[in-house]
């Protein structure tokens, strides 16, 4: 499989735990977005790499939480202390550089529960 | 970011055309139209985009206004694998990067 994937798919944590994510995206692809949605809603933004760099963070990206792109390819999304309101499901997309055409290629999702 | 306006939910009977409205009135030029999916559990996946001309491709077909002002995606034949929430977005071709804004999209319910 060629499209972006993301570990775990599920997870289950106490109030309080560190949690980390991973995203590997499509081997190509330059650029790599993650995204948060509730129940209801649309995905909302939370941070943006170009290779490395990470170039855009959301206010919805607290202190508690930190990403990272080591060597622009796969990427970590980790979140200390974690409380309720930190369950959502944590989706990672992944694009080249073509402006206004570039497709996102979303992952599978992974899908916190901070009990 | 320029905003996109759709209805909350939609119904269709299996195997009739589904059209998809989504208003976004403050388009500019350069904002290109791009329509994703979310089928349940799932990340969103893409179904198409156009800039001004209508579009067709395997999964759908995107009707663009001669203004820009609002666009339709067409389902030709919905099927039940076809029950989703479907995302109009806008995305600029003005160079650089750009944050992706997501609204709360259509829940499209196919009825068998």
């Known amino acids: 499989d060629t499209g972006v994937s993301q570990d775990p798919r599920h997870k289950i944590t106490k109030r309080g735990q560190n949690v980390t994510f991973r995203c590997d995206p499509i081997?190509?692809?330059?650029?790599l977005y993650w995204y948060r949605q509730t129940l209801g809603q649309g995905p909302e933004f939370l941070t943006y790499?170009?290779?490395?760099?990470?170039?855009?963070k959301s206010r919805l990206l607290s202190d508690r939480f930190s990403a990272e792109r080591p060597k622009g390819s796969f990427s970590t999304l980790e979140i200390q202390r974690t409380e309720q309101g930190d369950s959502a499901m944590y989706l990672c997309?992944?694009?080249?550089?073509?402006?206004?055409?570039?497709?996102?290629?979303f992952g599978p999702g992974t899908r916190l529960t901070v009990l | 970011d320029a905003k996109t306006t759709q209805p909350n939910s939609m119904e269709s009977n299996e195997e009739e055309p589904v059209h998809l409205p989504c208003n976004h009135s403050t388009i500019s030029g350069t904002d290109y139209i791009h329509w994703y999916r979310q089928l349940p559990s799932q990340g969103p996946e893409y179904v198409i985009h156009?800039?001004?001309s209508n579009v067709n491709n395997r999964m759908a077909s995107l009707a663009i206004a001669e203004d820009r002002k609002s666009s339709t995606l067409i389902l030709h034949r919905a099927t039940l694998r076809d029950a989703a929430v479907y995302y109009c977005i806008l995305r600029s071709a003005a160079g650089g990067y750009q944050k992706v804004t997501f609204g709360t999209g259509t829940k499209l319910q196919v009825i068998p």
């Open positions: 156009g800039l001004t």
């Open positions: 081997s190509e692809h330059n650029r």
């Open positions: 997309a992944s694009t080249a550089s073509r402006v206004g055409a570039d497709t996102q290629y």
């Open positions: 790499f170009q290779n490395e760099a990470q170039l855009e």
